[in-house]
């Protein structure tokens, strides 16, 4: 009898895969629950020992001391009392040994029920406690059933759920397949753990990595970033830990046979590996591979980054619907803005017009500021043309009288005039700089007519003739 209720035991342990001292302590807890049924009261504290060796059950019940015991289910003498606990008094608890030789039917079937109960609650603590620390871990299970579009994995101990949101799109599931996927949640339920799966997460990819390329589970390789659309496309930044490797040929392998099994287990996706680089803008290059880059633009302070690419790479660089930089801002962090060199070089002749434009109206303000200051600067001009006076070497000319050593002929001396010899003050035109050229030009005008205005009259100068040389000169003829 002993060593079939140890076998009994032993049996339970591994199918619910338990340890022994789990069962065991069910099994005194539903003992507990049976006895107490048909020989004690609900509220008299009882405790069961199960021999893990002998297979004995003892069960103890605590009693009070009293002299003349009423009720022997809770009550003990003082003179029994003292037989287990020799310095026990009046009134006190003692734990007596109260094994019932039998239980009754529905004490047997309170024992099963609360061992059944106690073995669930063990089973799913162990489950919880197994998968809780888990979480981002691959696992492989089988596709059990289908309810309410949500897909059920069988991962052994226990079934994952695989919900709508994170199926892979295109992908179709059917009974007995086997998956690889990660977990993404364990929590606890009214019906045990729930373990939350998922296909389309980027942890995916990033346990598929390890677990196909050794460099990167030694860590040689470093797995930097990951960015992915499930179903379509992903893309994967590495970098080398060590000097000598290269990242990128080490995650393809030789003729690409180790990113070709990742990709047979994704179904067909797309995948870009891509050399990460601790400068953004060559980073941001290589993201947007095979798109070729002309130039990148970071504006740190709005994490914008611009993209230069030539016209005929623009849909490469974008990629269908927008996919490629989608990823690649995804992967970078940054918000890319992407340009086709065209684009660019119109812009930059649009600045340089706007530019020259702001120039050309500045220059036009400052002429109209010094078309409003010429006429004070021309006034002075004018004043000092109407305060000249004749040279004193003509006037000299004019009043000398002749020599004693000439000709007894002279020929009577030409006038000139002070005009002619006076050289007229510079007038200072200024050029015509603006719209306004007309106007300007008018204005100069008025002011040479205004100074020709005041020129002083010409004066005749009249040199008399002695009338003694005027018939000599006559004589002389």
């Not at 069961?48 to 009720?71: F, L, R």
């Not at 589970?217 to 499930?230: C, D, I």
């Not at 490469?316 to 690649?328: C, F, K, M, P, T």
């Not at 002749?402 to 200024?430: C, G, M, Y």
Request: charge should be negative; include cysteine.
């Amino acid at each position: 009898m002993k060593s079939d209720f140890l076998l009994a035991i032993t049996q339970i342990s591994a199918e619910k895969n338990l340890p022994s001292e789990v069962v065991l302590s069910a099994v005194e807890a539903a003992l507990v629950s049976a006895y107490r049924k048909d020989n004690f009261t609900a509220s008299q504290n009882l405790s069961v020992k199960i021999n893990p060796t002998s297979g004995k059950v003892q069960m103890w019940a605590e009693k009070t001391v009293v002299e003349k015991p009423v009720d022997t289910a809770c009550e003990i003498s003082l003179a029994e009392a003292r037989r287990i606990k020799p310095d026990v008094q009046m009134n006190e608890a003692v734990m007596v040994e109260s094994t019932p030789q039998n239980a009754g039917r529905i004490a047997a079937q309170t024992a099963k029920q609360v061992i059944l109960q106690r073995l669930h609650e063990a089973e799913h603590s162990a489950i919880f406690e197994e998968y809780a620390g888990r979480e981002g871990d691959i696992v492989t299970g089988l596709v059990q059933r289908t309810e309410q579009r949500q897909i059920l994995v069988d991962l052994g101990r226990t079934e994952a759920i695989l919900p709508v949101t994170e199926q892979s799109p295109g992908e179709r599931y059917r009974i007995g397949q086997r998956l690889k996927v990660v977990i993404l949640e364990v929590a606890k339920g009214t019906k045990g753990p729930r373990v939350i799966v998922s296909r389309s997460h980027a942890d995916l990819l990033r346990r598929l990595f390890e677990m196909e390329i050794p460099e990167i589970f030694n860590k040689t390789v470093a797995l930097e970033s990951v960015s992915r659309e499930a179903g379509f496309r992903s893309k994967v930044a590495v970098s080398a830990k060590q000097e000598g490797i290269d990242p990128v040929g080490c995650c393809v392998g030789l003729r690409g046979i180790r990113i070709q099994n990742i990709v047979s287990e994704l179904n067909g996706e797309k995948i870009d590996v891509v050399l990460w680089s601790q400068e953004p803008a060559n980073f941001i290059a290589n993201a947007l591979s095979p798109a070729q880059i002309l130039s990148v633009a970071l504006n740190k302070g709005d994490g914008v980054a611009t993209v230069v690419v030539p016209d005929r790479q623009l849909s490469l660089a974008i990629g269908r619907e927008g996919q490629n930089v989608r990823l690649a801002a995804k992967l970078t962090g940054w918000r890319i803005d992407i340009k086709a060199a065209s684009a660019v070089e119109a812009e930059k002749a649009k600045e340089a017009e706007a530019l020259a434009a702001a120039r050309a109206a500045e220059e036009a303000e400052l002429g109209e500021k010094a078309v409003a200051e010429e006429p004070e600067v021309l006034e002075p001009v004018v004043a000092a043309a109407e305060m000249a006076e004749p040279l004193p070497v003509l006037q000299a000319a004019l009043v000398s009288p002749p020599s004693p050593a000439a000709p007894s002929v002279r020929k009577k001396p030409a006038l000139r005039f002070a005009e002619d010899i006076l050289v007229p003050a510079p007038i200072k035109v200024q050029p015509a700089r603006s719209k306004k050229g007309k106007k300007k030009g008018a204005q100069d005008k008025d002011v040479i007519e205004d100074r020709a205005k005041v020129r002083r009259p010409r004066r005749e100068v009249e040199i008399p003739l002695d009338d003694e040389d005027d018939e000599d000169d006559l004589s002389n003829t």
